[in-house]
């Protein structure tokens, strides 16, 4: 039986939480699944946060190389994945994205539409060169002048296999979201026979252990049961304290629960906030009601549960503790808190970090 805080070191462990891990970004993206990444500059914290000696410009080459893309992708949300994972998995979720979109306003203006014309005419189109939503909009409005521009564009970042391309997403960069679709960035097709049983083991690589609905939860994908049922011949089958089945696969560390952990700063969105459908493992119960994961805060590990909430601001770091902080604990906050400043604003005339 797994107690809360054997899944919690569990979770740290294999989230590369518990140690920095000396492995090439495109090695931690992939063990990871993806990082989600509505924020651009939000996975290079992510990144430091988990490998040993991380530079963000390795990432931004990745980037530019077109070895790591950011597109929808689990939950429909944007996620940051290596080129061929996004071949692999974009098809294991497209019918999320495409109830995604069923359900949406955009959908509703765009009745009576031929889908699979707009579909062929927005390929036609971004095959040419990326487009912003605006720019691909006012083109498919030539087409269907009496709809809304912003529905026509919207439908085909939810059908279409659509990434952003650079300089979005480069670190210290901002610029507008410019979609191309993932064939024509990555001069590949999408994988023709997707394995839902293999995102599964890899999930439980990164996540485990844990249930069908905890993996729903992290992919936003239906028919979880029948998927583990079909699966659970190549797992372990374990329970928690409250005698619920957890899956894991065979070989997935449950480190010592007294395994010290170290503060760790996590972006907004990060992996360990929206994992699992239980987050009992990384928010305890006491701080449900902040919505920690779900209000696009950045959120400080303690020990190894979230502890609170941080920002960024000209050079100063600021930290707002949920509870005070034992002295140790705070100091230890602080020292990590002034290596995050060194990586996030080196060229800051002055640095500083303080607590609410």
Known sequence: MLTTRDLNRAMLERQLLLRRTPVPALDAIEHLVGMQTQEPQ??????????????????????????????????????????????ALRPVVAKRLETTYGSSHFKRNLE???????????????????????????????????????????AITFLEPVVQVPPRGLWGKTAQATWTTTQAWLGAELDPDP?????????????????????ASWSGMTGAAAIFERVTPRLRVLTDESRRELYDVPDGPL????????????????????????????????????????????????????????????GTLEIEPFAPLAKADRDEVAAEGERLLEFMAPDAAKRDVRFA
């Open 42 to 87: 939000a996975v290079y914290v992510g990144l430091w946060s988990r490998l040993e000696g991380f530079d963000a410009a390795e990432l931004s080459g990745l980037l530019e190389e077109r070895k790591a893309v950011r597109g929808p992708l689990m939950r429909s949300t944007l996620h940051l994945v290596s080129a061929r994972d996004m071949l």
């Open 112 to 154: 009576g539409v031929d889908h699979d014309e707009l579909r062929a005419a927005a390929r036609s189109i971004l095959a040419e060169r990326p487009h912003t939503r605006a720019e691909l909009g006012n083109r498919l409005l030539e087409r269907w002048p009496d709809r809304d521009r912003d529905s026509l564009a919207y």
């Open 195 to 215: 394995s839902v049983d293999e995102v599964v083991l890899r999930y439980l690589a990164a996540f485990g252990p844990a249930t069908p609905r905890d993996f």
């Open 255 to 314: 480190p010592d629960p007294d395994t010290p952990a170290p503060p760790r700063f996590l972006p907004e969105f990060d992996n360990v906030l929206l994992g699992w459908a239980d987050r009992a493992r990384v928010i305890p119960d006491v701080h449900r009601d902040r919505q920690v994961g779900l209000v696009g805060r950045p959120t400080v590990l303690v020990d190894g549960v979230v502890a609170g909430f941080w920002g960024v601001n000209d």
